[in-house]
């Protein structure tokens, strides 16, 4: 049986490897036999998603990955683009940081796009509601996933669009 090792060097950048501590052998007892069950060094891939257009050569051409809100594309399809790229970056992405990232991206693509800001911020409350088995551990741990989406969208939106403070300071 062949044992996970480091990746080639010719391995595109968005796949990582990390290897998961060995842990010591512990005996099971069962009802039929008692047996020790080794467990060797376990690893996992990260991945994360591969984009083009952050490439040099793609820098400074325009492109518009999604349709503009008022154009005359069936409205269920532009309702379920933030939906169907969701689920796609969910089956994608192992790297829980890397998807806030990207879908907060996402979010600002769609706003961009002349997509309603609190029809978005539905969206994904519901999509990470809809999915609680998504990212479980981390989620277990104390991440709050929607929270983390939300500031991470609001952090690459431009400036000008950002919350007002409140005008009485607090006392």
């Known amino acids: 049986m062949a044992t996970l090792g480091p990746l080639p060097l010719n ?16 005996p099971r007892i069962s009802r039929s036999s008692t047996s020790c069950c080794p467990i060797a060094t376990v690893s996992w891939y990260d991945t994360r998603l591969y ?4 490439q040099p ?3 400074h051409v325009r492109l518009s990955r999604f349709v503009h809100i008022s154009s005359c594309v069936n409205e269920a399809a532009k309702r379920n683009i933030f939906i169907s790229q969701f689920r796609r970056l969910q089956r994608v ?3 829980v ?5 990207e879908v907060a991206r996402l979010m600002v693509a769609l706003w961009q796009q002349g997509y309603p800001r609190f029809r978005l911020e539905r969206m994904c409350s519901l999509q990470c509601l809809l999915w609680p088995q998504l990212f479980l551990v981390e989620r277990r741990n104390g991440l ?3 929270d983390r989406i939300l500031d991470s969208f609001r952090r690459f939106l431009p400036r000008t ?8 300071p607090a006392p």
């Not at 950048?13 to 998961?20: A, E, S």
Request: glycine residues 0%; hydrophobic residues 25%.
């Open 11 to 26: 391995t595109p950048p968005n796949l990582t490897f990390r290897p998961k501590p060995t842990r010591t052998c512990h």
């Open 51 to 54: 984009d083009k257009r952050v």
């Open 57 to 59: 050569a793609f820098f």
């Open 93 to 95: 992405i192992t790297d």
């Open 97 to 101: 940081h890397n998807f806030i990232n």
């Open 144 to 146: 709050r996933l929607y």
């Open 161 to 168: 669009y950002w919350p007002k403070p409140h005008p009485h």
